[in-house]
C-alpha cells in the first residue's frame, strides 16, 4: 500500500512537469497573443481618479518577435474641472517587440506609433518606446507589466521638438499565446 501511494504520488508530480518541460514556455513562430491590461491613479481623498484598459492582439512573426496592434480606453474623473468633470480619451496604435530568452521571464522593448483621442486631450499622433516583462505561469499563459513612454506630434515636424514634452504609460495584465 505504501509502494502504490508513492508511485501515485511520484506520477501525479514527476509527469505533468515533464511534459511542461518538453513543451516550454512562450509564443512560436506563426502564435498570435491577446493580452488585457490595466491601469488606475488617484489622489488621497479619492477625489480626484483615472482608470484605463489596454488590449492587445499580435502576430508573431519570429518566435521572439511580435507586432501588433493595441487598443487603450481611459476614464478621469477630476474634481473642480473647468468644463467637464468625466473626462474619455482612447489611443490606437501598432507595435513592435522584440522579446529576450526562452525561459519562463522574458523582457522586451519595443516600439509603438499611433493616434490619441477624446476629451481633454488634443487629438493628434504619438509615438511610442516600451520595455516590459512577461512571466509565463503556463505555456501560453503569462503576466505582463510594461511601461511605455510616448510624444506626441501633429505632424512629422513635431517629431523632434515634442520629445521632452513626452508622458509615460504602465500598465500590469495577463496575456495568452494561441
Do not use: H
Not at 11 to 22: E, F, R, W, Y
Amino acid at each position: 500500500m505504501k509502494n502504490t501511494a508513492a508511485v501515485i504520488c511520484f506520477l501525479t508530480t514527476v509527469i505533468p512537469g515533464l511534459s511542461m518541460a518538453q513543451l516550454g514556455y512562450g509564443p512560436v513562430e506563426g502564435d498570435r497573443e491577446l493580452s488585457v491590461a490595466g491601469t488606475g491613479s488617484s489622489e488621497s481623498d479619492f477625489d480626484n481618479g483615472s482608470f484605463g484598459i489596454t488590449g492587445d492582439m499580435g502576430w508573431y512573426f519570429r518566435d521572439n518577435m511580435v507586432a501588433g496592434v493595441r487598443q487603450s480606453i481611459n476614464y478621469a474623473s477630476i474634481e473642480g474641472a473647468s468644463l467637464n468633470d468625466d473626462f474619455w480619451n482612447g489611443s490606437t496604435r501598432g507595435y513592435l517587440n522584440y522579446q529576450f530568452g526562452s525561459s519562463q521571464w522574458r523582457p522586451f522593448v519595443g516600439g509603438s506609433l499611433g493616434m490619441i483621442y477624446g476629451d481633454g486631450v488634443n487629438n493628434s499622433g504619438f509615438a511610442g518606446v516600451e520595455l516590459g516583462l512577461k512571466y509565463y505561469v503556463l505555456a501560453k499563459t503569462y503576466i505582463l507589466a510594461r511601461l511605455d513612454y510616448q510624444w506626441f506630434f501633429d505632424d512629422s515636424d513635431d517629431i523632434d521638438d515634442t520629445f521632452d514634452d513626452g508622458a509615460w504609460q504602465n500598465t500590469v495584465g495577463i496575456g495568452f499565446n494561441f
